[in-house]
């Protein structure tokens, strides 16, 4: 986590790593600590300046018993105590500011902002590309291959809206809210199952959790990049709590102010939790159907780390997941997003990207990220070292956002001959029988 004291020889490099991340308008907080940090010092040496005046006149009196250095003393000591009320008083308003400072970035992350900045990693599995789509494929992903189908592919809404009622949703709660029918309940509760289990295969089992779907605000502010969230967390303002955006910050929340011994780490986990975000759908961005909305079910990978293992754990995480969405026969691409995209805390981010045939793209379906001592700093997260104790690494992942899910699954796994979307071979242990979603001829 940056922090002002180390910040005041690196300002013009750190304003650099403002502007790359997309966020010139922390400068002027950044600027604030700056001011404040120097008030501090300035609050601090005059208190050693005190104590010293406080000792001298200890000895003094030591030596001579003359009694007006008790009564100089103690009004120093006064003066202190006004002192140190303005230096705690500065040293929180410094924090928050801190709070709001974004991580830096490490070397190899693209400098921008957008699709054409992302820097592809891998290419799984084969698309089906239609073709009013072949032309724009080409074109955005030279060079990869790809499946040419004869029929119109479908957005997910125009397979499965049958399932959906988000009018309803909406008059009962919220727009962007859904109600869920039938077989698309199935799924949803097929893929959160047949996800527990493929990644605690993987190893992601030391801790399995549900965890709370609500927590208290100034928790929530000491793990989420605040400046970013304000404005899409649901807050119930009477109980001071926050609809979690995503289980990654009650997993941390559980491990806060831990120590942790050294045959602890490295810690997998997983959890499974509904998660809540009031911007969905915004800017007219994928407002028919599921795939962006205000409630979904998440299961979330987390692991705690040891310093300099992060960024090789960050590649099993990518390598996991990609293959995971193989398993389910979605063809996927990895990139590293580009810093001004970036999660504000994050040092470096992956995103998985799934082929949506409706929309001839890949589209985001997971993040991965280490966000380095980022929040462990701020929670507190440590692990013995000889010693000593040194802050641990932290790195999240999606495992398997499901309605988003839902919707690749519909769109690759529709079968025009039958009009039907199959459910891929490695759910069905969980559907109960069912093995395709009829469609309406």
């Known amino acids: 986590m940056p922090k002002i004291k180390e910040l005041l020889n690196k300002v013009d490099e750190y304003k650099i790593c403002l502007t790359n991340k997309n966020a010139e308008k922390i400068s002027p907080n950044f600027e ?48 202190m105590e006004l002192i140190v009320g303005n230096t705690k008083e500065l040293s929180e308003e410094l924090q928050k500011i801190e709070l709001t400072l974004p991580n830096w970035i490490l070397e190899d992350i693209p400098i921008g902002c957008g699709y054409d900045c992302e820097k592809p990693i891998k290419y ?22 790809y499946e040419k189908i004869d029929y119109k592919p479908f957005h997910h809404y125009e397979l499965v809206g049958k399932y959906i ?33 493929f990644f605690k295969n993987k190893g992601y089992k030391d801790k399995i959790m549900i965890t709370p779907y609500m927590l208290k605000k100034e928790v929530e502010e000491r793990i989420t ?45 997983m959890a499974w939790s ?77 995103d998985i990207e799934t082929w949506m045939p409706g929309q001839g793209k890949y589209v985001e379906t997971h993040s991965i990220a280490t966000l380095g001592t980022w929040v462990s700093e701020k929670l507190m997260m440590r692990y013995r070292v000889s010693e000593k104790k040194e802050l641990v690494r932290n790195l999240y992942a999606t495992a398997a956002a499901v309605q988003r899910l839902i919707c690749a699954i519909s769109e690759n796994h529709y079968d ?22 009829k469609l309406d001829k």
């Open 32 to 79: 604030k600590g700056i001011s404040l940090y120097n008030k501090w010092k300035e609050k601090d040496l005059q208190l050693m300046k005190l104590r010293e005046k406080v000792n001298k006149c200890s000895d003094e009196f030591n030596k001579t018993k003359d009694k007006s250095l008790i009564e100089e003393s103690k009004k120093i000591k006064d003066e």
């Open 274 to 350: 509904p998660c809540f975000r009031r911007e969905a759908g915004s800017h007219g961005i994928d407002t028919r159907g599921i795939f962006r909305v205000r409630q979904f079910h998440k299961v979330e990978l987390h692991t705690i780390l040891k310093k300099d293992e992060d960024l090789k754990e960050l590649e099993k995480m990518r390598e996991d997941v990609q293959e995971f969405l193989t398993s389910l026969g979605l063809p996927n691409r990895s990139v590293i997003v580009p810093s001004g995209d970036m999660d504000k805390r994050a040092l470096k981010q992956i």
């Open 165 to 197: 009622d988000q009018e309803k949703a909406g008059d009962v709660a919220l727009s962007r809210f859904y109600y869920e029918f039938d077989e698309v309940v199935i799924l949803d509760l097929a893929i959160s199952m047949y996800a527990v289990e």
């Open 124 to 145: 799984v599995g084969v698309p089906k590309v239609g073709n009013q789509y072949k032309e724009q494929f080409e074109k955005m992903y030279s060079g990869i291959e």
């Open 225 to 269: 990049y605040f400046e970013a969230f304000e404005d899409t967390i649901f807050e119930i303002e009477k109980d001071n709590l926050l609809l979690i955006p995503s289980s990654e910050h009650s997993i941390v929340a559980y491990y806060a102010d831990k120590i942790f011994e050294d045959e602890e780490l490295p810690l997998r986990v």
């Open 416 to 437: 025009a001959k039958t009009n039907s979307i199959k459910i891929p071979g490695v759910l069905r242990k969980y559907t109960m029988g069912i093995e395709e979603i």
